[in-house]
T-cell receptor, first 111, second 114 residues
């Protein structure tokens, strides 16, 4: 997998936007960026993915820079239930589904 | 509810016991995975099955033995485990597609070896 770098932890006030950055400078042209999250002691949950365009779904928005070397996951109105570890992953192109997890970013949403 | 079901949710076993973890998915996926997550550590990929064939074993000790009888079921047979094997064991499934990696995870089995 292309190596990704994320800050180990972040805090966010409840109701505010949470912006989680990820660097993936070695990403190839046909590789997607995936985001998952893991709430304490549960299985990881898919959030969103993108290739080059910005993406939005009911959970979050994904902003990918034009050079594709970094991206930002945005939770527009963070709630206490969004407290989790967030993983940015760039899977190997021809190994669909196989995910290698790093340390991720531990997001704490505070009241 | 992710469509991937793991049983049991919790398991306590002695070092001389033999037990099995079960994973089931009815999502039509053709790839299944076992991950291990020890306390305060990232998920570690253990085994990968594509179309019921094992395609990856990430240097997992032989006391862990996977079995994939069909594309909907995956087992992890455990024997002669050590206390350091205590962890959350997660199963996942996905549809093999070039470039895409949307995997669905079960809730995991919390294993304690005593």
């Amino acid at each position: 997998d292309a190596k990704t770098t994320q800050p180990p932890s972040m805090d966010c006030a409840e109701g505010r936007a949470a912006n989680l950055p990820c660097n993936h400078s070695t990403i190839s042209g046909n590789e997607y960026v995936y985001w998952y999250r893991q709430i304490h002691s549960q299985g990881p949950q898919y959030i969103i993915h993108g290739l080059k365009n910005n993406e939005t779904n009911e959970m979050a928005s994904l902003i990918i820079t034009e050079d594709r070397k970094s991206s930002t996951l945005i939770l527009p109105h963070a709630t206490l239930r969004d407290t989790a570890v967030y993983y940015c992953i760039v899977p190997i192109y021809n190994q669909g589904g196989k995910l290698i997890f790093g340390q991720g970013t531990e997001l704490s949403v505070k009241p | 509810e992710t469509g991937v079901t793991q049983t049991p949710r919790h398991l306590v076993m002695g070092m001389t016991n033999k037990k099995s973890l079960k994973c089931e998915q009815h999502l039509g996926h053709n790839a299944m995975y076992w991950y291990k997550q020890s306390a305060k550590k990232p998920l570690e990929l253990m085994f990968v099955y594509n179309f019921k064939e094992q395609t990856e074993n990430n240097s997992v000790p032989s006391r862990f033995s996977p079995e994939c009888p069909n594309s909907s079921h995956l087992f992890l047979h455990l024997h002669t485990l050590q206390p350091e094997d205590s962890a959350l064991y997660l199963c996942a499934s996905s549809r093999l597609t070039l470039g895409l990696a949307e995997a669905f995870f079960g809730q995991g089995t919390r294993l304690t070896v005593v």
